[in-house]
């Protein structure tokens, strides 16, 4: 038997999966108080059974397509205080307009922050033609942004064959066996920071462990690189940074990579430059620790100057004066707590409160067996770095309806774009899942419940998954197609035209790629497999998994 593919693609009844449940519970011996269907609990009126019985006739044909002409009467009629009038079917009833108690009414809504709407048209009218009409909930029923672009016919990106220095020091620093402590100098040595030693001091805080070409480049990129060296030298003996070296197999070495200290942090604090509790100092490498705990120490490390690298080539590509790097446990990253009957409570996906009238659908998340469940309660992101850049978050040209809201200056004009970056190019499985599982429902669902990334909108995140090559980011984005698949459903609206946030805003890049100033990623197509089959009338191809070349959104621009 041939299915509709749209009727196909709606899933399960949500009523069934609640009976299923129902059954469930009631087999575990729950005592259950069914507010489902609304099936009555109350016996029948014996009068009204009693008419229904009378009013069977011994033989009964089918009634008229339009239903009788008695019943269309009654149904058409109104009743008042008087007793039911006679029907209004075809006429027409005057109407008394008040212009003073609506001009009193729309003084009242601009009071409390309303606005005049002259669309009254729902979301999903105006698919037929390919358009889409503007959502009803003003600042907060924005539709996903669109912050990549298909890739342009002409663009090349052909990499250099020599590689930048910013990216090889990373492969000589991948061939790093051991590493030697820098002597300490005692007693420390007093001094009183300026304002760039504060900002070196805070990146370092903030990345964990980074080379000192790597703050160079970041700090005085047009002054020698012993300007860097010096200024690094004061703050570790005033045992501000802890400092140590990579050593490969050979004896060669690479720059000398840096730490905070809780010393530092402390000075940070103080100077208002850190957050008011500032996490402890990095586990650095320590020479005292066991063997399997320097090795566990080292590969930490080594990952921290990586995504150290790849963080500081994106803000020198976005212009320094408008990026700069956040602190990863900043607000807008951890789940708010939802106020229930019960006090302080989890936010799930059945206490989500969406914009524009929609409903979360498909928030899953994969159990220890492998299952794929309903999700529960949600957990909080946290990604290996943030880096915001200033007046990027409606994306370069393409995104910029996100500016104006009926025709009117918005907040979202100025906001940033937020890039949480994590280095990771596992492929759909175990951990990975979870992770992006986790980035998914954040995107798709409770991050409307953060003042960062909420109505009020000031920035846009989109999440960043860095690979070590080409090959392996478009792998992990095909990886990804079939599972991301949580969405901002509408009632009425096929699964076609639902608002996939995840999915447009999770992309995967090569890990070079932001070193030689590359903005190529690759991310999963803007529907799931499933939605994609219904939209092509139930081609299977249409349902393959695939990762889509794309371009990133961001402002290039320097300094000058």
């Given at each position: ?10 899933g399960?009844y ?18 259950l108080?069914d ?13 009204i059974?009693?008419?229904l ?18 019943l ?15 029907p ?8 008394h ?14 009071a ?6 002259s669309?009254?048209?729902q ?6 033609a ?10 907060g029923?924005l ?11 002409t ?6 064959q ?26 420390m ?17 903030i ?11 970041r ?27 990579f050593h ?6 690479v720059p ?29 490498f ?5 063997p399997?705990?320097?090795?566990r ?5 080594r ?5 150290a690298?790849?963080?500081?080539a994106?803000v020198?590509l976005?212009?320094?004066?408008r990026a700069r ?26 206490t ?5 009238g ?14 794929r ?7 909080s ?6 880096v915001e850049?200033?007046g ?6 393409p995104?910029?309806?996100?500016a ?6 918005s ?14 190019d ?19 669902g ?5 003042k ?11 999440v960043?998954?860095?690979c070590?090559?080409?090959?392996r980011?478009r792998?992990v ?38 070193h ?5 990623a690759y991310a999963?197509?803007?529907?799931p ?5 219904a ?18 959104l961001l ?6």
């Amino acid at each position: 038997m041939n299915i509709s593919p749209a009727l196909r693609a709606t899933g399960t009844y949500p009523f069934v999966k609640l009976e299923q449940a129902k059954r469930r519970l009631a087999a575990d011996g729950v005592d259950l108080i069914d507010f489902g269907k609304g099936d009555p609990m109350e016996a029948t009126d014996p009068a009204i059974r009693r008419a229904l019985i009378d009013a069977l006739e011994e033989r009964m044909g089918y009634p008229l397509a339009e239903g009788l002409p008695e019943l269309r009467t009654a149904i058409a009629s109104w009743c008042t205080a008087a007793g039911r009038q006679s029907p209004f079917v075809a006429q027409t009833l005057p109407m008394h307009v008040d212009r003073d108690r609506l001009a009193a009414h729309t003084a009242r809504q601009r009071a409390r922050g309303g606005r005049h709407l002259s669309d009254l048209r729902q979301p999903h009218w105006d698919r037929a033609a390919g358009t889409r009409a503007p959502e009803r909930q003003g600042a907060g029923a924005l539709p996903a942004p669109s912050l990549t672009e298909p890739l342009a016919q002409t663009a090349t990106h052909a990499l250099p064959q020599r590689a930048s220095e910013s990216y090889r020091e990373l492969v000589e620093l991948d061939r790093a066996r051991s590493a030697r402590w820098a002597s300490v100098t005692a007693p420390m040595r007093p001094l009183t920071p300026d304002g760039l030693d504060l900002e070196i001091l805070e990146t370092i805080a903030i990345l964990g462990h980074v080379l000192s070409s790597q703050l160079h480049r970041r700090f005085n990129p047009r002054k020698a690189p012993t300007t860097t060296q010096r200024r690094l030298k004061r703050l570790s003996d005033a045992g501000l940074v802890k400092r140590f070296q990579f050593h490969r197999g050979d004896g060669g070495g690479v720059p000398m990579c840096y730490a905070i200290s809780n010393r530092g942090l402390q000075l940070l604090q103080a100077a208002g430059a850190a957050e008011p509790d500032p996490p402890a100092a990095p586990p650095a490498f320590t020479p005292s620790a066991a063997p399997a705990g320097r090795e566990r120490q080292l590969r930490q490390a080594r990952h921290d100057v990586h995504v150290a690298g790849w963080v500081l080539a994106l803000v020198a590509l976005a212009g320094s004066r408008r990026a700069r790097v956040r602190a990863t446990d900043a607000p807008g990253l951890q789940v708010p707590p939802h106020d229930g009957r019960g006090g302080r409570e989890a936010l799930g996906p059945a206490t989500l409160r969406l914009p524009g009238g929609r409903v979360p659908h498909d928030f899953l998340r994969t159990d220890a067996s492998g299952r794929r469940v309903e999700a529960e309660r949600f957990d909080s992101v946290r990604p290996h770095a943030v880096v915001e850049i200033l007046g990027a978050g409606t994306g370069a040209t393409p995104a910029t309806p996100l500016a104006q809201i009926d025709g009117e200056q918005s907040p979202h004009a100025d906001c940033a774009l937020d890039v949480l970056v994590e280095r990771d190019d596992r492929t759909a499985a175990g951990k990975l899942v979870a992770k992006l599982e986790r980035y998914e429902h954040f995107l798709a669902g409770w991050s409307v419940h953060t003042k960062r990334y909420g109505l009020r909108l000031r920035a846009v995140p989109l999440v960043v998954f860095v690979c070590r090559d080409r090959a392996r980011a478009r792998a992990v984005a095909r990886s990804a197609d079939s599972l991301l698949r949580a969405c901002r459903a509408y009632p009425g609206e096929y699964p076609f035209d639902w608002e996939y946030h995840g999915r447009r805003q999770i992309v995967f890049v090569a890990e070079r790629d932001m070193h030689e100033g590359v903005t190529l990623a690759y991310a999963v197509p803007p529907l799931p497999p499933q939605a994609r089959i219904a939209a092509a009338g139930g081609d299977p191809r249409a349902g393959e998994s695939a990762g889509e070349a794309r371009e990133l959104l961001l402002i290039d621009g320097s300094d000058g």
